[in-house]
């Protein structure tokens, strides 16, 4: 069983800054795959920044240039810096984990960008 546990959000202005925790813990042997992703009321759950064991970085062209997805692979913890937040950054953000055999969803952190 992997347990996947996302810290951080918050409240914030339009142009601040928040950095995302989400610590992956259980029957992990190997995390081949990492990400964020993010849910807005009444919308579909989206991909914002995936992050591989080699380090290989994927984004949503909504948040190039201003998210930055990083991991501790020896600490199983991922990373999300989002800089110049904007009103439409508004969501519930959500860790993935995949490891060996098996994935997991964390519960959610909610970030809410005012204007």
């Known amino acids: 069983q992997v347990r996947v546990v996302e810290s951080g959000g918050g409240l914030v202005q339009s142009g601040g800054s928040l950095r995302l925790s989400c610590a992956a813990s259980g029957s992990i042997f190997s995390i081949n795959y990492m990400g964020w992703y993010r849910q807005a009321p009444a919308k579909e759950r989206e991909l914002v920044a995936t992050i591989t064991s080699g380090g290989n970085t994927n984004y949503a062209d909504s948040v190039k240039g201003r998210f930055t997805i990083s991991r501790d692979n020896a600490e199983s913890t991922l990373y999300l810096q989002m800089n110049d937040l904007k009103p439409e950054d508004t969501a519930v953000y959500y860790c993935?984990?995949?490891?060996?055999?098996?994935?997991?969803w964390g519960k959610g952190t909610l970030v809410t960008v005012s204007s």
């Open positions: 993935y984990v995949v490891s060996v055999g098996v994935s997991a």
